[in-house]
C-alpha cells in the first residue's frame, strides 16, 4: 500500500516521508487529512450479503453440522455507484444486478470522504493478491477483499461473523 499512500500525500500534499509511507500511516493520513478530502464529497458505502446456498445453510445447518449458521455469505462493496467484488480477480457490476441476484442483506458501513479516484489507485495496488491464482475458498475469498476494501473506505472492516464463517464450521 506504499503505492497508494504516496498518492494520497501527493494529491493532498501530506507531508511524509517514505519511511512514513505505509499502511498505518496511510490510515493515519486519512484521520488528518479529512478535512482535505471532505471537498470531494461523502460516498454512501455498504454491504451486499449473498447467501450462497440459497437458505439451504439457515434450513440445514443444525441437523447437518450441530450449529446453526445463517448463509454461506459472498459479499461485494457498494461505493461510487457500482458494486466491487472479489471473483477471478477484482470484478465491478451494477449494484444488486451481478451474477449473483439480489443480495440477502445490505449493510450500511458509513461514508467515505475519498475520491473515487484514490478508490481505484487502491485497487491497483491490491490487484495482485486478488487474482485467480491467490484464491482460496476459506483463506483468500471475497470476503477478505470486501473486509480489506471496506477498512481503506471507512476505517472498519465488515462483520466479523462473515470472517470467521470457515473457522465455525
Known sequence: TRLVGRKIAKRFRLDASEDEISTRSTQIWFARSRFAMAESGATKVQLHLYDLSQGMARAMSAQLLGKQIEGVWHTGIIAFG???????????????FTHFGRPSQVLDLGETHLPREVFEEFLVD???????????????????????????????GIPSHILSLPDEV
Do not use: K
Open 126 to 156: 491490491i490487484a495482485p493478491r486478488f487474482t485467480m491464482q491467490t484464491y482460496n475458498l476459506l483463506r483468500h475469498n471475497c470476503n477478505n477483499f470486501s473486509d480489506e476494501v471496506a477498512h481503506f473506505l471507512v476505517g472498519e
Open 82 to 96: 457500482e458494486e466491487w467484488y472479489f471473483g477471478g480477480g477484482i470484478q465491478r457490476g451494477a449494484p444488486g
